[in-house]
């Protein structure tokens, strides 16, 4: 059973009452929702709790970690970011949800900026899939609907993503790569545009199917991490 | 279950006393042999048959397609191509083995020459992992040693692949791109390049490994074809 | 002095007023005066002409081939195509533009249908540069405003591009991938979707900064085509 | 003109008497002597000048940064690293060279550990060119043979490069990807393995010849660096 770590900031739903209203639970447990029903073993840990909730134990138990972060990604010790590091490059997936690319490790995994415009506008946005092989768009169709969803327009500043798996359209003229996969040492990486936390995305059955998908996509395979190092010939 | 069609072009078989005393049961034999005990429903079919094995309802049966040929590429039919090449695109995953690189379907599903260096030395090779978090690698470590291999060398005139997967080394001074991932369509492909016809790759273990983790990757997913043509617009 | 030739159909201009009337010598003039201007030694071809104006020494002088083509793709003789892909294969840059996704020396080496959705609503267009460091989008900035172009809609069945380039925003609410480049062999190829034939986006002055860009790019190297076949052992 | 800096550790040729042998004017000595001899303006700095050398004004002025360093990685200032970042960010090339993989700068763009497998085992080495299209192995044909280099073996824990250039071959049984390309915001970057401090790699014409190349290729585009932020619409 894939055993699931969703990481959320959990600022916003203590101050801000559209926030609250939207997600009682938090983001982290709206997302364990529909995690658990799916069949995964889903635990949630957020930035206040010792260590952010993400001890070594934690880590090194979590086959995939979700991360959802915003306004206090500073706050978020870079202790921490090195062992999430460590874990991803040793093969734990990572699923970065919306804000979180402004995140300390994303931007660590991508060696990028990872900035991008912006704006609330109260809008619709469509999110087109582009790559329909992927497992990641399995039963999802041509596009999801979103009723309200914050603009990310391009330049999305990121490495030319391993595959590019949904491109999203605003109405006000901008586009966005909102959903990327990304390798990096033995880990799975992917990055998914919606989830502002004043907005139901969440509770959208497409967008939930997406981060389902994703996660089975994300999580080890059983090889070890390479040998690095001084290596003897394998010829004589 | 996943239902496999395994092509052989079995000549080699039939006329060859190496071939045959490699591969008594024919190269797609051997191959039906692990994959049924990998528990995959695993049929063949081979070039001389009625429309080589590939009926219609062959190929609207068919998960993953296998391909094997050689020496007779020219002898499958432009009308059996065209059909396999409509259902790769319609989502059927594709793996092609070693000499098949040279078949009218990867080719075609190319668009290059697919053309490559080669030459039987009786010399063994070394499959490198170059892409540890790939599903397609998962349990083989860091590279598959085999006894002997036919060298194939770049330039290997193929498009960048969407993901590469395998490195060969070969004693005498060459390096393939030995595992190549591509989307075409709804479908999944991989080549694969182990497997000369009077060698035992396809009892090694690790190779059987490498395929049967190759049939659980190409399996379509179940998104339609995406609709093309004239398009009513979805605002007002 | 790089040596262009500009294949255009040549079809719509004869027969359709608004056509005539937005590109009066043909649309492969009016690439041709802006690329004559821009310091290349551009020359003509057209369906209609001997071989469609690509005969063998045409070909053989041709560093980079424009193509321009829309109704009349089933008119292009298997045999000129089978030459132009070699010519690709051998070095030749291919620009492809518009309409062009269709065409058969586009299919041939993609390898996928090449099909998308369509609409002409006589509505503006917005192509976002995804590419700021590549020397295809040198000096365009961050976007290209089309007064008018045709709606071209995500799934673009292609191959995943090498580099995304540009992503196209239509008003109605689609998304296309406007602007990709593929290496085939020793050849290079970019794909650009503005230039419908009623519109006038070969005089705006960003798509022709971008044609211009594109065809320094796609240029040959000099590197010979790979050896391919029997090789001998390097070491001994 | 384009402006070059070529930074070297430049610490082995000072206590080395092989080193010395090799490279008497330091291997910035010799990559500036080839390069400017290819008409670029090129400058060095090394690690123990006053900020290594990289002033604020030398990284204003320099087009593409050549990056060699070994024993002392962990002597580069965070400050310099992280002005070096943004410089290659906003667009300036970065050629990073040999042991240079395990710079903090490389690690930083990556977001890998950047390790690998290496021996010395005075053998010599082939470079095998995978991408003939490519205008960074223009005029190097299918491989560069070196008498002697260092071996260093896959797997090379970086992100999959955007393009891969070459594949490098050693006796003693290892693959490499040992030509790579990455763009990383508005800059490009290029990874290339020959060039250990007691061989002669850097006298080969052909390596000689793929860094100039190389850096023609990286040098910046009059792109301004993307608008990132609150973005107005641009629809009304």
């Not at 907005?199 to 070890?224: F, G, H, M, R």
């Amino acid at each position: 059973m894939t055993k699931i770590t969703i990481w959320n900031e959990f600022r916003h739903e203590k101050t801000d009452a559209a926030v609250q209203a939207m997600y009682p639970e938090g983001i982290h447990g709206q997302l364990a929702k529909f995690l658990t029903a799916a069949g995964f073993d889903a635990t949630t840990a957020t930035l206040d709790e010792p260590e952010h909730g993400l001890t070594d134990e934690v880590l090194a138990n979590t086959d995939v970690l979700l991360w959802w972060g915003h306004m206090a990604h500073e706050e978020v010790s870079d202790e921490v970011v090195e062992k999430v590091h460590q874990r991803v490059l040793a093969g734990m997936g990572l699923i970065v949800l919306h804000s979180g690319h402004f995140s300390k490790i994303f931007k660590k995994l991508m060696g990028t900026s990872c900035d991008l415009k912006w704006r609330e506008d109260e809008s619709h946005a469509r999110v087109w899939n582009v790559n329909p092989s992927h497992p990641i768009t399995a039963g999802i169709g041509e596009f999801i609907d979103l009723e309200k969803e914050e603009m990310y327009g391009e330049h999305f500043d990121i490495p030319a993503p391993d595959e590019l798996i949904f491109i999203s359209w605003f109405p006000n003229g901008e586009v966005f790569r909102s959903g990327c996969t990304f390798a990096r040492g033995n880990g799975k990486i992917f990055y998914f545009q919606p989830g502002h936390e004043t907005y139901n995305s969440y509770y959208n059955e497409k967008v939930q199917q997406v981060i389902i998908n994703a996660v089975n996509w994300a999580k080890p395979t059983d090889n070890l991490r390479p040998y690095y190092g001084h290596f003897q010939p394998l010829e004589k």
